[in-house]
């Protein structure tokens, strides 16, 4: 049992250095394609971003597939793509999202962390949502929840490592979410100053009136020892894992 944990554990790292490795291989791409375009004026703020850099939201295509998408999913997708032709939802702070869309800004806001986006997927057994984070202090790391069914997604909270809040896809050949709607699109990984822009971000969330501690150091190691449960004693004052 404990060679499988050890394997685990070692297959878990192996699999945040490719992340790691995917990520920086991305900035690197971008930092090369600036220079080779003479455009090194890399914008000051999330406004200057969003405007200069549209075409790094990836729009998300129609889905063609079988089970388990549906045609209410493609009519959304319909809806979506007619609307927004770089694919994605503007919910920057302060701007009101399009009608028939829940703004779960509020409610997923999280102390140590800043919402980067959440998606909407359709699978077997119904409609599930994911919402992606980044820490608000120290190191920048991506977080990303578990799928959650609507009633149970205000509450979610980071479950493991991710780098797929653009796009939602965490691996190659997942299928794309019906939808993403980005809140902090300046602060994802793909742009090379999102470190630089937590700060300036941060400032407009308490100006909406967030209460968030965005000073508070957040690693998911240390939360999920906070949340285990302590072992309990036996009679004979031997420790039981539970």
């Known amino acids: 049992m404990k060679n ?5 554990d070692i297959t878990a790292e192996l699999i945040d250095q490719v992340q790691n490795l995917q990520r920086i291989a991305a900035e690197l791409s971008m930092l090369i394609g600036e220079y080779n375009d003479r455009n090194l004026d890399i914008p000051k703020t999330p406004k200057e971003f969003l405007s200069e850099r549209p075409s790094n939201i ?9 089970a388990p998408t549906r045609k209410a999913d493609n009519d959304e997708r319909h809806i979506i ?29 999280r102390n140590g962390l800043i919402l980067l986006s959440w998606e909407k997927r359709t699978t077997e057994m119904g409609e599930r949502y994911a919402a992606y984070w ?21 509450a979610a909270r980071p479950d493991h490592k991710s780098y797929a809040a653009e796009d939602g896809i965490e691996f190659y050949g997942q ?8 809140v902090a699109p300046e ?11 937590r700060l300036e971000h941060i400032q407009i969330l308490k100006e909406q009136g967030s209460t968030v501690d965005f000073s508070y150091k957040y690693l998911l190691k240390t939360e999920k020892k906070k949340n285990e449960k302590p072992p309990c ?7 039981q894992a539970v």
Request: contains cysteine.
């Open 134 to 154: 980044v820490t608000s202090a120290g190191v920048p790391r991506f977080y990303a929840s578990r799928y959650l069914p609507p009633e149970e997604f205000p």
């Open 58 to 66: 990836i729009n998300f295509p129609l889905n063609t597939s079988a």
């Open 187 to 197: 602060l994802m990984m793909n742009n090379p100053r999102h470190g630089e822009l």
């Open 175 to 182: 299928e794309s979410p019906v939808y993403v709607v980005h």
């Open 81 to 109: 793509n007619a609307c927004f032709p770089f694919g994605r939802l503007p919910a920057m702070p302060g701007n009101p999202l399009p009608d028939g869309f829940t703004d779960y800004r509020p409610l997923l806001q």
């Open 4 to 8: 499988v944990q050890n394997l685990s």
């Open 233 to 239: 004693k036996t009679e004979k004052g031997m420790e």
